[in-house]
Antibody, heavy 120, light 111 residues
Framework: EVQLVESGGDLVQPGGSLRLSCAAS????????MHWVRQAPGKGLVWVSR????????MYTDSVKGRFTISRDNAKNTLYLQMNSLRAEDTAFYYC?????????????WGQGTLVTVSS | QSVLTQPPSVSGAPGQGVTISCSGS?????????VHWYQQLPGTAPKLLIY???NRPSGVPDRFSGSKSGTSASLAITGLQAEDEGDYYC???????????FGTGTKVTVL
């Protein structure tokens, strides 16, 4: 069974840092591109970042470029999101999601989300 | 703000059908990029409902169907059931933004 379990969400002050983790199981992690998607409470989904299967290629939405870094450890089956210079508008549930692959870029599995709150 | 526009809400009686539109542009849907749809029930993570414009993953009822034409896509739900209440999002890639985009989201209410 495919499982994605996020962790690391917390209350952090503006300007602070946080690292989110997403533990993957039930599939060959190193064969799939992975994504982070966020959702502010009561708001819609926003794509944040993508990393290639081998970790060499990354993409970010403009609002987090230069502040967030996506990475992965295929030996540990874990995806990360390092978030620096956090702002109030970064407050959201953060979901990791698996890209199906095989020429399909839909997100076929999602974690349950972890809440990041940026507030003083 | 999202570059994929959806109606904020749609509603229908049990057994009836509803359609949700997803309006994009020539840099995303109109450029030929696939459109996917997700269902998010209250308090849960999104779930893949339709992939590559019109394909249903295993386990998704055939009451759900997707289509794409020009710069828009649509999700149709027939035979509405109470369990269908939730939020629905379209999703695609935007070549101008060089990133993925989600629709603004549509809340489905079963009357």
């Amino acid at each position: 069974e495919v499982q994605l379990v996020e962790s690391g969400g917390d209350l952090v002050q503006p300007g602070g840092s946080l690292r989110l983790s997403c533990a993957a199981s039930g599939f060959t992690f190193s064969s799939h591109y992975m994504h982070w998607v966020r959702q502010a409470p009561g708001k819609g989904l926003v794509w944040v970042s993508r990393i290639s299967d081998d970790g060499t290629g990354t993409m970010y939405t403009d609002s987090v470029k230069g502040r967030f870094t996506i990475s992965r450890d295929n030996a540990k089956n874990t995806l990360y999101l390092q978030m620096n210079s956090l702002r109030a508008e970064d407050t959201a549930f953060y979901y990791c999601a698996r890209e199906t692959g095989g020429h399909h870029d839909d997100f076929d599995y999602w974690g349950q989300g972890t809440l990041v709150t940026v507030s003083s | 703000q999202s570059v994929l526009t959806q109606p904020p809400s749609v509603s229908g009686a049990p057994g009836q059908g509803v359609t949700i539109s997803c309006s994009g542009s020539t840099s995303n849907i109109g450029a030929g990029y696939d459109v996917h749809w997700y269902q998010q029930l209250p308090g849960t993570a999104p779930k893949l409902l339709i992939y590559a414009n019109s394909n249903r993953p295993s386990g998704v009822p055939d009451r759900f169907s997707g289509s794409k034409s020009g710069t828009s896509a649509s999700l149709a739900i027939t035979g509405l059931q109470a369990e269908d209440e939730g939020d629905y999002y379209c999703h695609s890639y935007d070549g101008s933004l060089r990133g993925y985009v989600f629709g603004t989201g549509t809340k489905v209410t079963v009357l």
